[in-house]
């Protein structure tokens, strides 16, 4: 699911109903130079209140070159 720092309001909605406090939330950008990952996730644990949120190192970029 989709989440960004321009469209927020109109998608946390949808990624709030999706998620339950148990489970993780993985955050990740594209690429490996990207940092909207970091930003969106500190977002969501300091305005949103989310716990087990984390960010994906390297990205998706990095999780398709790792064969995962």
Request: charged share 25%; proline share 3%.
């Amino acid at each position: 699911m989709q989440l960004n720092e321009d469209d927020w309001t109109e998608l946390l909605p949808k990624v709030l109903a999706a998620w339950s406090p148990e489970r993780k939330l993985i955050v990740y950008c594209s690429r490996q130079t990207c940092n909207a990952s970091h930003a969106v996730a500190e977002r969501l644990r300091n305005e949103d209140g989310l716990k087990n949120v984390y960010v994906l190192q390297g990205g998706w970029e990095e999780w398709q070159k790792s064969g995962q």
